[in-house]
């Protein structure tokens, strides 16, 4: 009974499509979310290693750490939208697994290095092959939940990211009190293995269960009147063909470019909440290596809670640009106070927790840009790898300028730049609004909308015009 009154809550009365978001839920959110666990994991290591072993040990010097970041995110950007596009031309799962599989063998190959300029080339390469888990499992969720449904998704999907940054912190800190350090290997080192570890098996559960797209109609797990019905009801897609019209529905889409400027602007912002800065500043202050470790998670915390707020907000309201305003004023609240250099450590931890709220855009913006391109697929895939791409032009030299490691604890100039960056969201949320608003009301934004309601469960099978394929 109390599941009952659990699953009605959650995916709504007995339906088809009640039946379809339960096996969606339980396969492909959990699989994308925990590979957006092991990413945050993966890149939280580099941070923890650094800090704990790693630097002393390979020999990092000056800006090494900075490079080896700006490395990674070079490769990560370049990637992006070739990496989107894929994923209409070939099968998804096919893509993703050989992708998951790649990373995990650099990963544990990265136990070995012995050099600074190998854990370079390590990171270019996984940079390259890791591009494709954020921004692909964003167009895989939008081509199977509705607006309705996407925000609080994307909200657990970006929620499992958080908590993998977090989890890097505590296995750093757990092997740092439990792997003796004059052992065979470090603690850092182990830090790796347990990381490659833990991705194969996840690869193998996608072989299984990336149900690919819906007209591909191969998920094993859904019956025939699920296939269907998933390709029916979130609507025909007004554009779904590769072929000239191509540049023209993107280039001179307003979407392709509003939409990636103002997550660069984020990007930039949050730049306060990376780079090792909090965990810097702490060292400043004496607090030990576990603390370093441990403290400077409670900002994903923050972060997961905000996330699930603003798109559960946003889900049930239908808009998305309200939550975004608030996230746009806290930029500049917790920016200026870091400007202003409390004069007490409370302060400084107030403002780095208060703006890890602000990581809610990697879901809600994500699924703003769905709602506002859903019409055209090409334009959706496109859009969604130069969001990420183009923030990544940006992130890719501006720690470089202003949060290099040589300026540690004292990161003034980087604190200026998030809160100018930071306030420069404001206008542009409001643009995308006002533009949002015109566009639906002449009709040329959201995908036509099926006529027929979801059937009973167990009625005949839903039909539905059959998409083309790929």
């Known amino acids: 009974m109390a599941l009952a009154k659990i699953k009605a809550a959650v995916w709504g ?39 704990s072993g790693m630097k002393e040990g390979l020999g990092f010097k000056g800006t090494d750490f900075n490079y080896m970041e700006t490395i990674f995110t070079i490769n990560y950007a370049i990637f992006q939208i070739p990496s989107t596009t894929l994923l209409t031309i070939l099968r998804p799962k096919y893509v993703f697994v050989a992708a998951n599989t790649l990373w995990s063998v650099l990963t544990l190959i990265t136990f070995r290095v012995e050099h600074v300029w190998q854990v370079f080339v390590l990171n270019g390469f996984e940079g390259a092959s890791m591009a494709i888990a954020y921004v692909g499992a964003h167009f895989i969720y ?12 994307a909200a657990i999907f970006c929620g499992f990211g958080n908590l993998g940054n977090m989890a890097g912190g505590w296995i750093q800190a757990g092997l740092i009190g439990a792997v003796p350090a004059n052992g065979s290997l470090a603690p850092w080192r182990w830090m790796f293995i347990v990381v490659a570890v833990m991705t194969i098996p996840v690869a193998i559960f996608g072989w299984f269960f990336i149900p690919d797209l819906p007209h591909h109609r191969s998920a094993i797990f859904l019956t025939p009147e699920e296939k269907e019905f998933a390709i029916a009801r979130l609507g025909a897609e007004r554009k779904h063909s590769w072929d000239l019209t191509v540049f023209r529905r993107v280039l001179l889409s307003w979407q392709f470019w509003l939409l990636p400027t103002i997550f660069m602007l984020y990007s930039l912002c949050v730049q306060s909440l990376g780079n090792n800065v909090m965990q810097l500043w702490m060292a400043s202050r004496g607090y030990s290596v576990i603390q370093q470790n441990n403290y400077p998670t409670a900002k994903f915390a923050t972060g997961i809670v905000a996330t699930l707020i603003y798109t559960i907000i946003s889900d ?54 769905a709602d506002l391109t859903g019409h055209d697929v090409q334009l959706r895939a496109i859009t969604t790898g130069f969001m990420n791409s183009f923030d990544f032009c940006f992130v890719s ?74």
């Not at 979310?33 to 994991?41: D, E, K, N, R």
């Not at 939008?142 to 998704?153: A, D, F, I, N």
């Not at 920016?335 to 602000?358: E, K, N, R």
């Not at 934004?445 to 005949?460: C, H, K, L, N």
């Open 397 to 470: 030299w501006w720690p470089l300028v202003f949060y290099p490691v040589t300026d540690a604890p004292d990161y003034t100039k980087g604190y200026i730049a998030s809160l100018v960056t930071g306030a420069l969201t404001i206008p542009f949320i409001l643009l995308i609004a006002y533009l949002e608003r015109v566009g639906r009301g002449k009709g040329i934004i959201g995908r036509e909308t099926p006529e027929a309601e979801a059937p009973p469960q167990g009625d005949a099978v839903y039909k539905a015009t059959p998409a083309p394929r790929n």
């Open 316 to 369: 049930r309201i239908g808009s998305r640009w309200e939550c975004s305003l608030a996230i746009g004023i806290t930029f500049v609240i917790g920016s200026a106070i870091l400007v202003a250099h409390p004069a007490s450590d409370a302060g400084y931890f107030f403002a780095f927790y208060l703006l890890g709220t602000t990581y809610a855009p990697q879901a809600l913006w994500y699924s703003w840009m």
């Open 13 to 51: 009365p007995p339906s088809l499509e009640r039946s379809l978001l339960i096996k969606l839920d339980l396969t492909l959110l959990i699989y994308f979310s925990v590979i957006w666990f092991l990413f945050g994991i993966n890149r939280a290591s580099y941070s923890t290693a650094y800090i």
């Open 142 to 153: 939008g081509s199977w939940y509705k607006q309705s449904e996407l925000g609080t998704r």
